[in-house]
Every structure is written in C-alpha cells, then in structure tokens.
C-alpha cells in the first residue's frame, strides 16, 4: 500500500529562522509528487510538482526538492504569511486519477 | 481567476438523513473529485469523475454517492448520514493537460452529523 508520511505534525518559527519540512513516501513507481499549501478554513492551494529525483522547485521562500525516498520543502528566513499548513501528494504510475496524500506539516511563523 | 464553489461552508445534519454537497467550477474542467480531510488523516479520495455522468469509487466510496450530469456541477450525496461522516468535505478540479497533481480546490464545507 502507497504511504505518504510527513514530518514534523507542528513546527513553530521565529520570523527569519529558516526550517524544512519532510515528506517521505512508499510507493511503487512515483510519477510525481507534489506540495500544497493550506491556509485554514480554505481548500489546498498546490504550489509545486516534482517528477524526479534531484529535481528542485522555487517560488518566494519555498524550495521543494526530491530525492527517491522523500522531498523536503525549505523555507527561507520564513514570514508570519508563511504560516500554513503544508501537505504533500503523491501520484503513482499505475493510477490516472488518484493522489495519496500525507496528514501535513502545521507551520506557524512567530513575528 | 479560476474557482471551484462549494455550496455551504458549515451544514448541521441529524443521523439518517439525506444530505447533498453541492460543487461548481468554471474552468470547463474535465475531471472532480471529492475527498475529505479529517485531522491527523490527511485527504482521502471518496469518487472522482473524468467526465459528465462517469464516476469512479476512491478510496472510501461507502455511505457516499456523487452525480455528475453537467460539466461544471459534481454533487456528493450522503445516502443516510452517520456520525462518523462529520468531517471536512473539499471538492476540487482539473484537467487532464494540467496533471492531476495540480487540483483546484474549492473553499470546503465542514459537515457535522449529530
């Protein structure tokens, strides 16, 4: 069975302390993976795809990177507005619709 | 601007009865899904549709069915609502040349059976 597992469940910054997130997943034959951030009382909005291994994403203070095991999102000297939740996906290659995704990662951003 | 409409944002239900979460999206997607996102569990895919009035079961159909009968309109239905189906309910869109890793999601509705 496909898992997706992401840690740590909180994370608690100060403003400008840098951090990552992990996501670490069991599947057979990734065809891709994928982050998203959640703002609360909203749905997921998707901020990155990875499709192998090495590959790296950026956008803002966000850096999402992928090895064959896991991919960590970076966040880079963080802002109060960084503060979601993230969640990753995972889509596998025997599946055209479905994406398994982790419980997510609750970051909180400390002025 | 693209947008996925979720009908309620909070429902109150009682057990047993028949209960209807209604999603809209405007940007001629071809495939909805439904998932819900419970604490701790993350999102769990219920139905999906890759087309009008095609439905496919996820990873946990049972208690629920969906109805897809115009493009932009994908409904879930809680047959006879239980307790255990208080939840966060997200609808979310897209289309196959986007890559069904980039959803868009509408704003949710948070369901409470008592």
């Known amino acids: 069975e496909d898992q997706v597992t992401q840690s740590p469940e909180a994370l608690r910054l100060q403003e400008g302390e840098s951090s990552s997130l992990n996501c670490s997943y069991t599947v057979s034959g990734l065809r891709g993976l994928f982050w998203y951030r959640q703002d609360p009382g909203k749905g997921p909005e998707f901020l990155f795809t990875l499709y192998s291994a090495g590959e790296e994403k950026e956008k803002e203070r966000l850096k999402a990177t992928l090895t064959k095991k896991e991919s960590f999102l970076h966040i880079t000297a963080p802002k109060p507005e960084d503060s979601a939740t993230y969640l990753c996906?995972?889509?596998?290659?025997?599946?055209?619709?479905?994406?398994?995704f982790g419980a997510g990662t609750t970051v909180t951003v400390r002025a | 601007d693209v947008k996925v409409t979720q009908s309620s944002r909070y429902l109150v239900k009682r057990t047993g009865e028949k209960v209807f979460l209604e999603c809209v999206q405007d940007?001629?997607?071809?495939?909805m899904f439904w998932y819900r996102q419970d604490p701790g569990l993350g999102l769990r895919l219920i139905y999906f549709s890759y087309d009008v009035k095609m439905k496919e079961k996820g990873d946990i159909p049972e208690g629920y069915s969906v109805s897809r009968e115009k493009k932009e309109r994908f409904s879930l239905i809680l047959e006879s609502a239980s307790t255990n189906q208080t939840s966060m309910y997200l609808c979310?869109?897209?289309?196959?040349?986007?890559?069904?890793?980039?959803?868009?999601f509408g704003s949710g509705t948070q369901l409470s059976v008592l």
């Open positions: 979310a869109s897209t289309n196959p040349g986007t890559g069904i890793g980039k959803l868009f």
């Open positions: 996906a995972v889509q596998v290659v025997r599946d055209d619709y479905k994406l398994s």
């Open positions: 940007m001629d997607h071809e495939n």
